[in-house]
């Protein structure tokens, strides 16, 4: 179901960039499940070039039980560039849950003002998609902005209304790293760095999908796939052994 959007995703940067294969841990860029009613496959693929540090996307298909799609660009360090995250999942074709937007590493007003106004207007253009649905594992105000997208929908809406939607967010945003300077300001750069680590902590410690992570593909596994992978920078708490 999200396949045209990965294949956006992967041909807009393709074409816009140097992009470079950034290694995914031994074992966990691909598994395959027959746990579940059908059998499911997440595969992963990261890619780096010197304006984006990582590149992540992972599709989940369980055929007619779930297909997800899950997208975070983290840029290099000299930018402060919001993160772009999507996390777009459907579930028996019935449930569709969409969520995309510029996460913010900082939520001061001047950072606002220069990295998420300038969303608005496409936000204003998909009433349809920004349904001020409550979050239940997140906290709205950090690293969310005002102008997500975040909504329930159907099929058909996926396919028309939120690929539009996807393709000019996505657009958006290249442009918005296009007119950005890249710091040379240790200090600055630094800041950066840990906003992004900190966000990484952050959805690590908060991200929904451990469990069906864990009902797919076991518990290990998925421990391994958040830390190791999806939230590389985040430092492992100790857990409770088993
Ligand atoms: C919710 N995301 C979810 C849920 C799952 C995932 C299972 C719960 C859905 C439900 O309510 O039934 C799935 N999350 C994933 C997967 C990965 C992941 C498969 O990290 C990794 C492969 N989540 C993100 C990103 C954003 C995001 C980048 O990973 C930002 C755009 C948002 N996901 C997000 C939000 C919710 C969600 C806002 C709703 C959670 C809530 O209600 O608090």
Known sequence: MYIPFLK??????????RLQHRPIPDGLDHRVSDRGRCPATIQSWCYQCPELRKIRYTYIDAGEVSQILNSVIYPSHHYDLPLLGVDFLSFGKVKNLIVMDFQPLFQDEAYLAKYITPLQSLHDKYPD??????????????????????????VNTVKTRVFEAFKDYLQLYLQMLDAAEPSTDPIAIQRVLKAQKDYDQYSAERDPASGLFSSYFGHDWSERFLHEFLFEDAVQLASVAG
Do not use: C, I
């Open 8 to 17: 956006h995703l992967e041909t807009t940067l393709g074409q816009r960039f």
């Open 129 to 154: 998609l920004s349904q001020n649905l409550e979050m239940k594992s997140y906290d709205a105000n950090q690293y969310f902005s005002k102008y997500l997208l975040f909504a329930k929908t159907d």
